[in-house]
Protein backbone atom coordinates (compact mmCIF):
# COMPACT_ATOMS: atom_id res chain seq x y z
CA UNK A 1 0.00 0.00 0.00
CA UNK A 2 0.90 3.77 0.00
CA UNK A 3 3.30 4.82 2.68
CA UNK A 4 4.88 8.34 3.90
CA UNK A 5 8.10 7.45 5.74
CA UNK A 6 9.51 9.79 8.29
CA UNK A 7 12.80 9.52 8.41
CA UNK A 8 14.01 11.30 11.84
CA UNK A 9 12.41 9.70 14.47
CA UNK A 10 14.47 12.18 16.96
CA UNK A 11 16.02 15.34 16.66
CA UNK A 12 18.05 17.62 19.19
CA UNK A 13 18.89 21.01 18.35
CA UNK A 14 20.41 23.81 20.29
CA UNK A 15 18.00 26.39 20.93
CA UNK A 16 18.32 29.25 18.02
CA UNK A 17 19.61 26.67 15.21
CA UNK A 18 17.16 25.37 12.11
CA UNK A 19 15.81 22.09 12.59
CA UNK A 20 14.66 20.15 9.23
CA UNK A 21 12.29 16.65 8.97
CA UNK A 22 11.65 14.75 5.93
CA UNK A 23 9.43 13.06 4.58
CA UNK A 24 9.32 10.72 1.61
CA UNK A 25 5.65 9.80 0.05
CA UNK A 26 5.02 6.53 -2.48
CA UNK A 27 2.13 7.51 -4.15
CA UNK A 28 2.77 9.89 -7.41
CA UNK A 29 -0.95 11.16 -7.31
CA UNK A 30 -0.63 12.83 -3.88
CA UNK A 31 -1.23 16.72 -3.94
CA UNK A 32 -1.53 17.46 -0.23
CA UNK A 33 1.10 17.51 2.53
CA UNK A 34 0.06 18.74 5.92
CA UNK A 35 2.29 19.00 9.25
CA UNK A 36 1.06 18.55 12.89
CA UNK A 37 2.40 18.97 15.78
CA UNK A 38 1.82 17.00 19.74
CA UNK A 39 3.07 18.41 22.60
CA UNK A 40 3.78 15.97 25.12
CA UNK A 41 0.44 14.67 26.40
CA UNK A 42 -1.47 16.89 24.17
CA UNK A 43 -3.63 16.38 21.05
CA UNK A 44 -2.72 17.31 17.35
CA UNK A 45 -2.92 20.67 15.91
CA UNK A 46 -2.10 21.59 12.39
CA UNK A 47 1.34 23.60 11.72
CA UNK A 48 1.31 24.35 7.91
CA UNK A 49 0.93 23.10 4.52
CA UNK A 50 1.92 22.37 0.88
CA UNK A 51 0.24 21.66 -2.34
CA UNK A 52 1.65 19.91 -5.19
CA UNK A 53 1.06 23.40 -7.26
CA UNK A 54 3.58 24.69 -5.18
CA UNK A 55 7.44 24.06 -4.42
CA UNK A 56 7.87 25.98 -1.24
CA UNK A 57 5.85 27.76 1.45
CA UNK A 58 6.75 30.19 4.65
CA UNK A 59 4.73 30.92 7.93
CA UNK A 60 6.71 33.08 9.74
CA UNK A 61 9.73 30.76 10.91
CA UNK A 62 8.17 27.47 9.08
CA UNK A 63 9.50 26.90 6.01
CA UNK A 64 7.62 23.27 3.81
CA UNK A 65 9.13 22.45 0.72
CA UNK A 66 8.24 20.01 -1.66
CA UNK A 67 9.96 18.09 -4.27
CA UNK A 68 7.39 16.33 -6.63
CA UNK A 69 10.31 14.40 -8.49
CA UNK A 70 11.66 12.70 -5.46
CA UNK A 71 8.57 12.64 -4.06
CA UNK A 72 9.75 14.23 -0.58
CA UNK A 73 9.06 16.72 1.79
CA UNK A 74 10.76 18.66 4.49
CA UNK A 75 9.28 21.35 7.25
CA UNK A 76 12.48 23.41 8.34
CA UNK A 77 11.88 25.32 11.64
CA UNK A 78 14.27 28.18 12.13
CA UNK A 79 15.46 30.28 14.79
CA UNK A 80 14.43 26.97 17.08
CA UNK A 81 12.59 27.70 20.67
CA UNK A 82 12.17 25.58 23.47
CA UNK A 83 8.66 25.63 22.59
CA UNK A 84 9.23 23.82 19.83
CA UNK A 85 9.88 20.77 21.18
CA UNK A 86 7.16 18.44 20.21
CA UNK A 87 6.32 15.49 18.00
CA UNK A 88 5.56 16.32 14.40
CA UNK A 89 3.78 14.49 12.03
CA UNK A 90 4.05 14.71 8.21
CA UNK A 91 1.23 13.00 6.07
CA UNK A 92 -0.32 12.76 2.87
CA UNK A 93 -3.50 12.42 0.82
CA UNK A 94 -3.76 9.65 -0.59
CA UNK A 95 -7.18 8.70 -3.60
CA UNK A 96 -9.91 10.36 -1.96
CA UNK A 97 -8.98 13.42 -0.67
CA UNK A 98 -10.27 12.99 2.92
CA UNK A 99 -8.12 9.83 3.54
CA UNK A 100 -4.26 10.74 5.02
CA UNK A 101 -1.44 8.70 5.50
CA UNK A 102 0.63 9.34 8.20
CA UNK A 103 4.29 9.28 9.20
CA UNK A 104 5.41 7.88 12.28
CA UNK A 105 6.47 11.18 13.95
CA UNK A 106 9.51 12.95 14.53
CA UNK A 107 10.28 13.94 18.42
CA UNK A 108 12.06 17.00 18.55
CA UNK A 109 13.74 18.48 21.16
CA UNK A 110 15.22 22.31 21.21
CA UNK A 111 17.71 22.48 24.33
CA UNK A 112 18.23 25.84 25.98
CA UNK B 1 -16.09 29.42 17.97
CA UNK B 2 -16.37 25.79 17.34
CA UNK B 3 -15.39 23.34 19.87
CA UNK B 4 -14.87 19.45 19.52
CA UNK B 5 -15.83 17.50 23.11
CA UNK B 6 -14.41 13.69 23.41
CA UNK B 7 -15.70 11.63 25.93
CA UNK B 8 -14.80 9.51 28.15
CA UNK B 9 -11.52 11.43 28.92
CA UNK B 10 -9.87 8.18 29.94
CA UNK B 11 -11.45 4.72 30.35
CA UNK B 12 -10.02 1.25 31.62
CA UNK B 13 -11.36 -1.81 30.06
CA UNK B 14 -11.25 -5.36 30.33
CA UNK B 15 -10.45 -7.33 27.21
CA UNK B 16 -13.82 -9.07 25.69
CA UNK B 17 -16.12 -5.25 26.90
CA UNK B 18 -18.12 -3.39 24.45
CA UNK B 19 -16.68 0.10 23.58
CA UNK B 20 -18.74 3.40 22.77
CA UNK B 21 -16.58 6.49 22.67
CA UNK B 22 -18.27 10.01 21.71
CA UNK B 23 -16.84 12.96 19.72
CA UNK B 24 -19.03 16.51 19.30
CA UNK B 25 -18.63 19.57 17.23
CA UNK B 26 -20.25 22.92 18.19
CA UNK B 27 -20.51 25.92 16.21
CA UNK B 28 -19.75 24.23 12.78
CA UNK B 29 -22.39 22.29 10.46
CA UNK B 30 -21.85 19.74 8.07
CA UNK B 31 -18.33 19.33 9.17
CA UNK B 32 -16.23 15.97 7.76
CA UNK B 33 -15.07 13.74 10.85
CA UNK B 34 -12.61 11.48 11.52
CA UNK B 35 -11.43 9.07 14.09
CA UNK B 36 -7.34 8.32 14.80
CA UNK B 37 -5.70 5.71 17.02
CA UNK B 38 -2.00 6.31 18.24
CA UNK B 39 -0.68 4.15 19.63
CA UNK B 40 1.92 4.37 22.45
CA UNK B 41 5.01 5.84 21.23
CA UNK B 42 2.95 7.72 18.46
CA UNK B 43 2.33 6.00 14.97
CA UNK B 44 -1.03 7.79 13.70
CA UNK B 45 -3.80 5.75 12.25
CA UNK B 46 -6.49 7.30 10.55
CA UNK B 47 -9.80 4.52 11.34
CA UNK B 48 -12.71 6.10 9.90
CA UNK B 49 -14.17 9.47 8.33
CA UNK B 50 -17.60 10.60 7.62
CA UNK B 51 -19.03 13.78 5.67
CA UNK B 52 -22.16 13.35 6.13
CA UNK B 53 -24.63 12.13 8.54
CA UNK B 54 -25.40 8.11 8.43
CA UNK B 55 -22.22 7.83 6.43
CA UNK B 56 -19.33 6.57 7.67
CA UNK B 57 -16.17 5.33 5.35
CA UNK B 58 -13.70 2.68 6.73
CA UNK B 59 -9.89 3.43 6.60
CA UNK B 60 -8.60 0.33 8.14
CA UNK B 61 -10.02 -2.32 9.99
CA UNK B 62 -9.00 -3.16 13.84
CA UNK B 63 -12.26 -4.99 15.08
CA UNK B 64 -14.20 -1.17 15.76
CA UNK B 65 -17.32 0.27 14.01
CA UNK B 66 -18.02 3.71 13.56
CA UNK B 67 -21.16 6.10 13.22
CA UNK B 68 -22.48 9.37 13.12
CA UNK B 69 -25.93 9.09 14.50
CA UNK B 70 -26.33 13.47 14.49
CA UNK B 71 -24.61 15.79 12.03
CA UNK B 72 -22.49 17.49 15.11
CA UNK B 73 -22.08 13.77 16.64
CA UNK B 74 -19.36 11.00 16.05
CA UNK B 75 -19.36 7.40 17.65
CA UNK B 76 -16.90 4.65 17.69
CA UNK B 77 -17.54 1.47 19.11
CA UNK B 78 -16.87 -2.11 19.18
CA UNK B 79 -18.50 -5.40 20.96
CA UNK B 80 -15.22 -6.95 22.33
CA UNK B 81 -12.00 -5.11 22.86
CA UNK B 82 -8.83 -6.82 22.38
CA UNK B 83 -5.34 -5.83 24.10
CA UNK B 84 -4.24 -4.17 20.74
CA UNK B 85 -6.95 -1.14 21.01
CA UNK B 86 -5.17 -0.14 23.77
CA UNK B 87 -4.26 3.68 23.19
CA UNK B 88 -4.95 7.01 22.46
CA UNK B 89 -8.06 7.80 20.45
CA UNK B 90 -8.26 11.26 18.71
CA UNK B 91 -11.06 12.59 16.96
CA UNK B 92 -11.06 15.33 14.46
CA UNK B 93 -13.08 17.68 11.96
CA UNK B 94 -12.69 19.51 8.89
CA UNK B 95 -14.34 21.85 6.72
CA UNK B 96 -15.86 19.81 3.58
CA UNK B 97 -13.86 21.15 0.94
CA UNK B 98 -10.77 19.16 0.03
CA UNK B 99 -7.45 19.47 1.59
CA UNK B 100 -8.82 21.03 4.62
CA UNK B 101 -7.11 21.25 8.04
CA UNK B 102 -7.62 18.98 10.44
CA UNK B 103 -9.17 20.18 13.99
CA UNK B 104 -8.40 18.02 16.42
CA UNK B 105 -10.35 17.06 20.02
CA UNK B 106 -8.20 16.08 23.60
CA UNK B 107 -8.81 12.82 23.08
CA UNK B 108 -9.70 9.14 25.05
CA UNK B 109 -6.82 7.82 26.51
CA UNK B 110 -8.08 3.61 26.52
CA UNK B 111 -6.30 1.15 28.39
CA UNK B 112 -7.56 -2.58 28.05
CA UNK B 113 -6.69 -5.21 30.74
Known amino acids: GEKVEQHESTLSVREGDSAVINCTYT??????FPWYKQEAGKSLHFVID???NVDRKQSQRLIVLLDKKAKRFSLHITATQPEDSAIYFC???????????WGLGTSLVVNP | AQTIHQWPVAEIKAVGSPLSLGCTIK??????LYWYWQATGGTLQQLFY??????VESVVQLNLSASRPKDDQFILSTEKLLLSHSGFYLC????????????FGPGTRLTVL
Open chain 2, 92 to 103: AWSRDWAYAEQF
Open chain 2, 27 to 32: GKSSPN
Open chain 2, 50 to 55: SITVGQ
Open chain 1, 27 to 32: DTASSY
Open chain 1, 50 to 52: IRS
Open chain 1, 91 to 101: ASNVGDNSKLI
